[in-house]
């Protein structure tokens, strides 16, 4: 399998990873809330996980004379681990489904600072409990101003002046909820996969990355039945509506899906040189990245009353620096 062991690459890897979770959404905004709701574009979007997790598995995971090899990780990989990354990728899909959501509502620009933003806090604490690697005092500063970032941004978000301000509140809500259960899916999928696993043998029943890639993307393809029914349901959305629609308005979400699952797919594979808590926190500096698009590409502020834009510097101000401090713990 393909593995790294440079802390330069492995940050590098944590940038790509950002650059792929902050950009995914523009994919949904490509496709059109009007024409394509959230709802019908989220299958898409979880058929082009899926699709992404078993490429990882043919190419990435049989590459190279390192570790194990996919296919004989199959072989050897306990249920209990198979459930836990699939576990994870019901998890997540709950999440990401408000998340979709809080962005119909709301925005990027509020959506991602707020529900990332608490899902990072939440799973950086968790996957350091999990497997404390990397410099605690300035991963612990740069979360600290992360949070303050997402005060900010709330701030920021109470100032929008807009006919829509319940539309946005019920986004604001949405992203809440969708943080608070997203910091917990990334420790229960590195929780299935061995430990060291770009220098030590694969332990008997763990997973490689490229293993539990296929069972995360598994997992939320399968939870989406339940998950984005309900949402179809109580926005009178018709799945015949899905199968009838043309090639064009499914490309965006399947496109979404594999760029979000190639920037986690990039992530597992720097938390082998980094730890999973410094990766999973640098690699959610992506609501940075989808913040950047917000504002200037999407121009989610325009409408906002003088003296929001202070706020909006601050809160990427204290995101970047943050982030900084989050890459230095790297450095032992």
């Not at 959506?111 to 933003?117: K, Q, R, S, T, Y």
């Not at 299935?192 to 296929?214: E, M």
């Amino acid at each position: 399998m393909f593995i790294i062991n440079s802390s330069g690459l492995a940050i590098a890897f944590c940038v790509l990873t950002m650059v792929g979770w902050g950009s995914w959404a523009n994919t949904q905004k490509l496709a059109g809330k009007e024409s394509w709701p959230f709802e019908l574009f989220y299958w898409d979007y979880a058929i082009g996980v899926a699709i992404a997790g078993l490429l990882f598995l043919v190419t990435l995971g049989v590459s190279g004379s390192a570790g194990m090899s996919s296919f004989a990780n199959l072989a050897s990989a306990s249920p209990k681990s198979m459930g836990e990354a699939i576990a994870a990728g019901a998890l997540f899909n709950l999440a990401n489904i408000l998340l979709v959501a809080a962005i119909d509502a709301a925005g990027m620009s509020i959506a991602f600072p707020v529900g990332i933003g608490l899902a990072l806090i939440i799973g950086t604490a968790a996957s350091y409990i999990q497997t404390p690697k990397g410099n605690l005092a300035f991963l612990s500063a740069g979360v600290a101003l992360i949070l303050v970032a997402i005060v900010v941004s709330a701030v920021a978000h109470r100032r929008m002046a807009s006919k829509d301000t319940e539309t946005r509140m019920s986004g604001l809500w949405f992203a809440i909820v969708a943080g608070l259960l997203m910091g917990f899916f990334y420790p229960e999928l590195t929780r299935s996969i061995s430990p060291g696993f770009n220098q030590d043998p694969i332990r008997p029943g763990l997973l490689t990355p490229y293993t539990a890639l296929l069972f995360f993307g598994i997992g939320v393809l399968l939870s989406s039945i339940p998950f984005n029914w309900w949402f179809m349901r109580s926005r009178h959305s018709r799945f015949s509506t899905y199968i009838a629609a043309k090639p064009r308005l499914h490309f965006p979400g399947i496109l979404g899906g594999i760029i979000w699952m190639i920037a986690l797919g990039f992530n597992l594979i720097a938390a082998g040189v980094a730890g999973p808590a410094v990766s999973y926190a640098l690699g959610q500096g992506a609501t940075l990245i989808a913040a950047l698009w917000g504002v200037f590409i999407w121009h989610e502020f325009r409408d906002a009353p003088a003296g929001t834009n202070r706020f909006i510097v601050v809160m990427f101000a204290t995101y970047t620096i943050g982030i900084i401090l989050i890459g230095r713990a790297t450095l032992n």
